[in-house]
């Protein structure tokens, strides 16, 4: 488990500038919500953590570890930074079973198989996926997909979980429990986790500390009830507001 | 060894790596073929295009080149435009069956279909001769090599409508019904117009196809004593002199110089916002009902079908079973060819195995680049990538007798200052094969890629993997079937190919294709053995195409 620390980020294609300026500290076992409308850099900042995306500036670390700082030419490849993550599209893949695709990244860490076959067992009891573990993808609904794809983030016991829109693509019902069981598994691990989402309801839901971004900038950050209690400016309130 | 390995396997190491063996097979052989025939002696001349120009044969096969190619043309449109029609928009029966029917020629190599027309009408003995009186029809003449042309290339504009067709948005030709025309006048005023482009490109493509045939013009034009391009290259090749090479990479270069325009023509016209009207939806337009003209339609198409491609099968069957030609009795009928084939001529197993090997070299190489250059060309952002289409379909489009002249001309010896020789090498074929074919593989992993979703890739990255690792885990079995599609598509061309071979096959190393032409050519009077192994590559053909189709479920094959 680690702190995340962002410092003067800055990402920009040529002359387009995603995010400008963009610093922040998350605490060991905290649980950060990016929120926002789409567009305003929030996938951007999480994907620069899990090194898919590279900063044009500024540093990032993972705990002790410096993982991005361009000025001294340090860039930690996605796979050397033992990141978990949870994809809007889920991601999971259609040639591997349940099993297979949850050990995989044991497997390529080199594991040995009894204690792959243990952790496995272990995680998929978690997110209660318990005797699917033969069923090809393609045979899963969206929420069991969902829960492949939290219990591989989850199975390597990595620093830092990142969910990128987790829930968008499953229906209202669903949505509900996956909240309530995603935000129950991250305090019983007590593992840091970085949140993406532009619906406000999961933010203030389930979050220790709401990042509200526009434009690639943080225009307020605070606990939910901060939030709510002292929106920082018009922009805030609104978007509040709107979704109620 | 780490550090070494993530050089090995970085995505730049690849590109870089990639294009370098790019610009040596599809690039510097032009270069090669330019400089020798344009600087002879180190300094620039126009001799050996003065000496092509001004002799009289090489002025006649350039204008027959181009008024059998316009007529092949002519005719490839007046077959696929109707047909087009009737197999996209029409309530006729068993659609798809005949969709997939009429497209097949496609994979077959024209210089079958030619050998099967000189069965069915040589003047002498041919077999439609037989019924209708000798010297009825003569295949030997301008006529019948439009004809075997246009019977193989109308599958380029009919595959080129198709798919037009079937993305065309079915509401701009359901208003013009609406506004009171009938089916036909909607084709030809409202749809034609929309599809013009494809049309044109379908045309340009057949041009350009007819104008690189090798098979045809020199199984059925030099025995009639017409000689167009083409064949005109491999005679003058063929001479062994040193001024004939020359000789024949200035009309090369005449050639290749004809083949551009016309691509780039088509590249223009395809460039043209004409596409605007033909959205990607998938809605199907409601099929016209035939009515009164079901059964005469089916009738005509099931007769064109015929004359296509059940009449020369038969003529190759027919030939192929015969024990001597022309008797047209039962008691004629026999496995004598195969038994003679098959065992008395020693050439035949060789170039069997020959073809087999090539066939495999150049689809597994031409598929594992394709995998790689694939994956950089859609999967990453590098710079330089796009050199990878442009240099890959460099070879594609030239004709193979001047590609093959090409190859000669550079790796014949004194590669770049180095000592290699490949001339009259098993080698040298392999890398015609591969710089002529890669452009196959490369489209269909390029399109294999583009289906698959990058966080998949992505999420197994984050799990650990390192960028070789996901390409071993992910992206491969994920690609499976575009790879295997893709190798059959190389495998299948390769396998009995002709026009190159011809011109870099040496002593030893004949193959499939090479072994029919010399057997039709020169050997075996009776004229049984080429049909034997005519038959045999469209059988082979067909059941590739069929195993294609299977396993990429219906999106690859014909």
Not at chain 1, 189 to 204: L, S
Not at chain 2, 354 to 368: P, Q
Not at chain 2, 443 to 456: K, N, P
């Amino acid at each position: 488990m680690s702190t995340v620390s962002f410092k003067n980020i800055k990402k920009a294609y040529d002359d387009l500038v995603i995010i400008k300026d963009f610093s922040l500290d998350i605490a060991d076992g905290e649980f950060v919500s990016f929120l926002g409308p789409s567009g305003c850099g929030k996938t951007t900042c999480l994907r620069m953590v899990s090194g898919l995306e590279s900063n044009t500036g500024g540093t990032i670390s993972i705990g002790e570890e410096t993982v991005s700082d361009p000025s001294n030419k340090i860039f930690t490849p996605p796979e050397k930074r033992f990141v978990g993550m949870v994809f809007q599209s889920y991601a999971v893949w259609p040639h591997m079973n349940v099993f297979e695709n949850i050990a995989y990244p044991l497997k390529v860490q080199k594991h040995n198989k009894s204690e792959i076959n243990d952790r496995v067992k272990e995680i998929i009891n978690i997110v209660e996926l318990t005797g699917l573990e033969k069923r090809m993808p393609d045979a899963l609904s969206g929420g069991q997909q969902q829960r492949v794809a939290l219990a591989r983030g989850l199975v390597m016991k990595p620093k830092v979980l990142l969910l990128d829109e987790p829930l968008s693509n499953l229906d209202a019902k669903l949505r509900e429990k996956m909240r309530y069981d995603i935000r129950k598994i991250q305090q019983d691990f007590g593992i840091t986790c970085i949140y993406v989402t532009h619906d406000q309801i999961e933010a203030f839901s389930m979050s220790d500390k709401i990042v509200i971004m526009n434009h690639g900038d943080i225009i307020q950050m605070g606990t939910p009830s901060e939030i709510r209690n002292n929106p920082a400016n018009e922009f805030v309130s609104d978007f509040i507001k709107t979704q109620h | 060894m780490d550090f070494i390995k993530r050089i090995i396997f970085s995505k730049k190491t690849i590109l870089g790596a990639g294009i370098l063996l790019l610009f040596i097979f599809c690039l510097y052989p032009f270069i090669t073929l330019l400089w020798k025939i344009l600087f002879p002696a180190g300094e620039f001349s126009f001799k050996f295009f003065e000496n092509v120009l001004s002799s009289k044969s090489t002025v006649v096969a350039l204008k027959n080149t181009l008024w059998v190619s316009l007529g092949t043309c002519f005719m490839s449109t007046l077959i696929a435009l109707p047909l087009s029609w009737l197999l996209t928009r029409t309530n006729i029966p068993m659609m798809a069956k005949w969709r997939s029917w009429f497209c097949l020629p496609y994979a077959i190599p024209p210089y079958i279909g030619a050998i099967a027309w000189i069965y069915l009408a040589n003047p002498s003995n041919g077999i439609l001769n037989n019924f209708l009186g000798q010297g009825f029809i003569n295949v030997y003449s301008n006529a019948g090599l439009i004809w075997v042309m246009g019977s193989f290339f109308y599958t380029f504009v009919l595959l080129s409508l198709l798919a037009a067709l079937d993305r065309m948005d079915p509401s701009l030709e359901e208003a013009a019904r609406l506004s009171g025309a009938g089916p036909l006048r909607v084709f030809f005023q409202i749809t034609v117009p929309i599809v013009f482009p494809s049309l044109m490109s379908g045309m340009l493509l057949v041009l350009l196809a007819a104008a690189a045939s090798f098979g045809v013009p020199a199984l059925i034009g030099n025995p009639a004593g017409i000689y167009l391009v083409t064949t005109k290259i491999y005679t003058l090749q063929k001479m062994g002199s040193m001024n004939g090479i020359f000789m024949a990479g200035a009309l090369s270069i005449l050639l290749l110089i004809i083949a551009t325009a016309v691509l780039i023509f088509n590249q223009k016209i395809l460039s043209k916002n004409s596409f605007k009207t033909v959205s990607g939806k998938t809605a199907r337009p409601s099929l016209i009902d035939l009515g009164k003209a079901k059964a005469p339609l089916t009738v005509g198409l099931i007769i064109l079908f015929i004359i296509l491609f059940v009449m020369p099968l038969f003529g190759i069957s027919v030939t192929a079973l015969s024990k001597v030609q022309g008797k047209f009795e039962f008691s004629n009928f026999g496995f004598q060819n195969f038994q003679r084939v098959f065992f008395e001529t020693h050439e035949t197993p060789r170039a069997l195995m020959n073809s087999f090997k090539l066939g495999v070299m150049a689809a597994t190489a031409t598929t594992l680049m394709g995998l790689l250059l694939g994956y950089i060309n859609k999967k990453t952002k590098l710079k330089g990538r796009s050199l990878i289409e442009i240099l890959a379909s460099l070879p594609y489009s030239t004709p193979g007798t001047v590609l093959a002249l090409a190859f000669i001309l550079t790796f014949s010896s004194n590669f770049m200052g180095l000592p290699i020789s490949l001339y009259n090498t098993m080698g040298m074929i392999v890398i015609a094969y591969f710089a002529k074919y890669l452009n196959f593989s490369l489209r269909t992993t390029s399109d294999g890629f583009g289906q698959i979703d990058d966080c998949l890739a992505e999420a197994a990255r984050v799990s650990g993997a390192t960028w070789w690792i996901t390409m071993k885990t992910i992206w491969f079995p994920l690609m499976k079937p575009a790879l295997m599609a893709s190798w059959f598509l190389v495998f299948m061309p390769a396998f009995s190919e002709l026009t190159m071979t011809i011109l870099l096959t040496g002593p030893g190393l004949e193959t499939l294709g090479t072994l029919i032409f010399q057997l039709q050519e020169y050997g075996d009077a009776s004229g049984g053995a080429a049909a034997v192994l005519a038959l045999l590559t469209v059988i082979a053909v067909g059941m590739i195409n069929y195993l294609v189709k299977f396993i990429s479920k219906g999106k690859y094959g014909l």
